[in-house]
């Protein structure tokens, strides 16, 4: 346990990804416990929230909108209490997946190829894209497109979620993640679908998406894939920990999809599966990324 006794551990929130964040919040509570802190689940549904008395730092576990954007760093840090995670800053660009290309092709990072569109706007690209809103996570409002048919509701319910969409060319071939945990790189995790797409349901709903880990690799593929999940995490400028999604081409090409500032802790979620493959226990790694709260 580091110099944080009285944890409160936020979770639920009001984003699209609640329940899970529910689920994410009363894991990382008990495993908390388990390590020796003393801990309080705080539900919240509002972004005015206030934490009991005696709270010494936050274990932030708020998936989405408000958890992910800063949202929530930024209350804290005027309630003036240390929360593990990333900054307002660096959450709120990695959040949000157009600032996100944008910085990391600044420092040539490989991203999919994309273009943003708002309502009325033709697209340029040819199918096969991968239809997101910019500002939602758990692949909420994402889809495939690969007939023109599915274009025009893919994009409809994408636009449900935000004014603008992003838009990216789909890369064909291997899904894989790396976790970053207090400067230390985690194994390569492969995600395999049934469907060969990581959505929603293939994430909390169904049991036949299988994770590989360590991912079935050469040393040179895995170490390559975690050193740009180490330069992504620095050239986002996030802090503490942190998960990077990767997609392979079948010439093993790496591009990199996203950064989750806030993984998630279900009985499903890969960071946990790649902390334990590293020999991490679930309570040990709460307790570490505990102990790299600050304001």
Request: charged fraction near 25%; aromatic fraction near 8%.
């Amino acid at each position: 346990m580091g110099k944080f006794k009285n944890i409160a551990v936020l979770k639920g929130g009001f984003s699209a990804e609640r329940e899970v964040s529910l689920a994410s919040g009363e894991a990382v509570a008990a495993g908390l416990r388990m390590a020796g802190y003393s801990v309080v689940e705080v539900d919240v549904i509002s972004p005015e929230f206030d934490l009991p008395e005696g709270v010494e730092a936050v274990f932030i576990a708020l998936h989405g909108t408000f958890g992910e954007d800063g949202g929530a760093q930024a209350r804290l840090e005027e309630l003036g209490l240390p929360y593990a995670g990333s900054g307002v800053e660096a959450s709120r660009i990695a959040f949000d997946k157009i600032l996100t290309e944008r910085c990391l092709r600044n420092v040539d990072i490989p991203v999919p190829e994309s273009e943003t569109l708002r309502k009325g706007e033709i697209r340029s690209l040819p199918l096969p894209l991968a239809v997101k809103p910019p500002r939602e996570g758990s692949s909420v409002g994402c889809h495939l497109v690969f007939e023109e048919k599915d274009w025009i509701p893919a994009l409809t319910d994408a636009f449900q979620h935000d004014d603008a969409v992003l838009v990216q060319q789909f890369i064909p071939g291997r899904e894989f993640t790396v976790g970053v945990v207090d400067g230390d790189l985690l194994p390569v995790v492969e995600i395999v679908t049934a469907t060969g797409w990581y959505d929603y349901a293939a994430k909390y709903e169904v049991d036949s998406t299988l994770y590989v880990v360590p991912a079935e690799l050469d040393a040179e593929q895995a170490d390559e894939m975690q050193q740009m999940a180490l330069k992504t995490f620095e050239a986002l400028d996030c802090c503490g920990f942190g998960r990077v999604d990767f997609r392979m081409t079948p010439a093993g090409e790496l591009f990199v999809l996203e950064l989750n500032t806030i993984p998630g802790f279900t009985t499903h979620s890969l960071l946990p599966k790649a902390a334990a493959a590293a020999g991490i226990d679930f309570p040990a790694l709460c307790d570490r990324i505990m102990r790299t709260a600050s304001l």
